[in-house]
């Protein structure tokens, strides 16, 4: 384990329980009986129905947005010409977003399925592809019920978006790697501190294992605290050479503009 960072097991010890949310619901309305969920406003965004990226609730008006990478919803764009085909050279395809996702195969979806209704993109990355752009904002529709997102996951769980935040934070990045290196599904954590990526200094940068394919759209959420007290959102992950090495593209007012396009729903 790299200097300075705390694995999910030794951050719970050190008191990250006292922030997992418990959602009551009156009226489930088709949803499990809530649980303690250690965080319920991360899951998986979902592509025709497979795991695709992570994706995470940010806090908003109507409770209807996500945040997530820009690669997991547009291609790359290259010398002002939009992209043909996603990062990986598959369709995107239908999206959907499932918070609190685990379990094996189809796993189980606690809080639902949300279909995402639109996203909003910079251009700087559907047409040009620069990395500092890596990030999106979704829309999704209420449930059959009328709720929002963020009514379901527990609006006092959901952090606000940063728009002016620095580099050197402590973060907690939460995503899910990809089946092949995490058959159940299980979200992976580090609370660690953030700094600029030396090969590229506009990007945040961490040293956490565990951070595979599957996790690109993990929140990087800064001064996450107790109860009630669940940080601001000042990135999402981008990319990394390896599962140790993960940067992102810290926010800023074109991404505040993206997210206000999407708040607006």
Request: proline share 6%.
């Amino acid at each position: 384990m790299s200097p300075g960072v705390r694995s999910v097991a030794s951050a719970t010890a050190a008191g990250i329980a006292a922030v997992l949310a418990v959602v009551f619901v009156k009226n489930s309305g088709g949803y499990e009986d809530r649980h303690v969920l250690p965080f319920p406003t991360v899951g998986v965004l979902m592509a025709n129905g497979e795991h695709w990226c992570t994706a995470s609730v940010v806090d908003s008006p109507k409770g209807n947005v996500v945040a997530t990478a820009a690669h997991c919803v547009a291609p790359a764009g290259e010398d002002g010409q939009p992209g043909d085909v996603a990062h990986d050279g598959l369709a995107i395809g239908e999206l959907a977003f499932a918070p609190a996702f685990s379990g094996e195969g189809s796993g189980k979806q606690p809080l639902g399925v949300w279909k995402v209704r639109s996203i909003q993109v910079d251009e700087r990355w559907t047409k040009w592809g620069e990395e500092t752009a890596d990030f999106a904002f979704l829309t999704v529709d209420p449930d059959e019920d009328g709720r929002s997102l963020q009514e379901v996951v527990g609006r006092e769980e959901t952090p606000k978006p940063a728009w002016t935040s620095g580099y050197d934070r402590e973060v907690t990045v939460v995503g899910y790697p990809e089946s092949q290196h995490n058959p159940e599904n299980k979200p992976v954590a580090c609370t660690t501190q953030s700094r600029h990526d030396e090969d590229d200094p506009a990007m945040l940068y961490i040293n956490c294992s565990g951070f595979w394919t599957g996790t690109s759209g993990s929140p990087w959420i800064a001064d996450r605290g107790g109860a009630g007290l669940p940080g601001q959102l000042i990135g999402v992950l981008s990319g990394g050479d390896t599962d140790v090495d993960s940067t992102a593209a810290l926010f800023d007012g074109r991404a505040k503009a993206l997210y206000e396009r999407a708040a607006k729903g």
